[in-house]
């Protein structure tokens, strides 16, 4: 998930107003299911000019068109307890031990003090109690424009409280600490980043062998070899030369003293014919 840089851990008052509205759904939510589980509906319509809430003798009677919906004193007491409960445990316990609440670790916030110490539950519950400020008049006006204008983004609670809603990155940090270098250049999720892919080098092909052409005869070698003298001047013996005449190998043995012929069974001496001698071998 890509992330704006990271300079001011408190800046979250966008986030925050997302966390809020997933709290209240979830306390909400821990009210309605028992009441809904719980109530009496009838048909009728409330008497006339009547409000479309009415206490009736202990029992909560809701008008909704032409029904009405009677929660008794008993079923009454189990919904307000769910609800209060849902708030004691969404909005004091966690945010106060943990650090967050159910909307806070969807949008990535924490709960802190000052020096990075989590609130405690009593600071989380002093917070909660400021709501009645904070949610002026009717929606959360108030608690919106103190965290707009306030150095770091506190709420009326969070000024009661001490306390200050945090990027979880930063969690555990005191809030005045400036910012690590590796939060501030962070754009993307650590899971995220690519490894460079080494580049494939390719050998080249290795070049073709070529034989090298045997060495043009000096034009004595040819009388030399037929007639079974030594090697002419500027031939090196005991190296062997063509004879294109017969078309092989021959070389000036210089210990033997003879001329030699490479065949198929290798060195072979020539008689002086420059014939092949088949009466020796090499």
Excluded at 64 to 92: E, Y
Excluded at 106 to 135: C, F, H, K, P
Excluded at 254 to 262: F, I, K, P
Aim: with cysteine.
């Amino acid at each position: 998930m890509t992330r704006r840089p990271l300079t001011d851990p408190t800046a979250v008052v966008a986030r925050r107003g997302g966390a809020w509205f997933i709290d209240l759904v979830l306390c909400g939510l821990a009210g309605a299911v028992p009441a809904l589980l719980l109530a009496d509906a009838y048909s009728g319509n409330e008497a006339d000019g009547g409000a479309p809430v009415q206490w009736i003798e202990g029992d909560l009677a809701v008008f909704i068109r032409d029904t009405t919906i009677v929660l008794r004193g008993p079923d009454l007491a189990i919904t307000l307890g769910a609800f209060a409960v849902a708030v004691l445990l969404f909005l004091v316990l966690l945010p106060g031990r943990k650090g967050w609440s159910p909307g806070y670790l969807a949008a990535d916030l924490r709960l802190q003090r000052r020096d990075g110490e989590r609130g405690g539950i009593g600071r989380a519950l002093v917070r909660t109690i400021a709501w009645i400020i904070d949610i002026l008049p009717g929606l959360p006006l108030v608690a919106y424009t103190s965290a707009s204008l306030t150095r770091r983004h506190q709420r009326v609670g969070d000024l009661l409280a001490r306390t200050y809603v945090v990027d979880k990155r930063t969690a555990g940090r005191p809030v005045d600490a400036p910012v690590e270098d590796d939060l501030t250049a962070e754009v993307l999720e650590p899971e995220r980043l690519i490894e460079p892919v080494p580049e494939v080098v390719v050998a080249p092909a290795p070049e073709p062998v070529v034989a090298p052409a045997p060495a043009a005869e000096p034009l004595p070698v040819a009388a030399a070899v037929a007639a079974g003298t030594g090697p002419p001047d500027g031939v090196p013996p005991d190296e062997p030369i063509w004879d294109r005449r017969h078309k092989r190998y021959v070389l000036w043995h210089s210990e033997a003293g003879r001329w030699l012929e490479h065949g198929a069974t290798g060195w072979a001496p020539l008689d002086r014919d420059g014939e092949r001698d088949t009466s020796r071998r090499d």
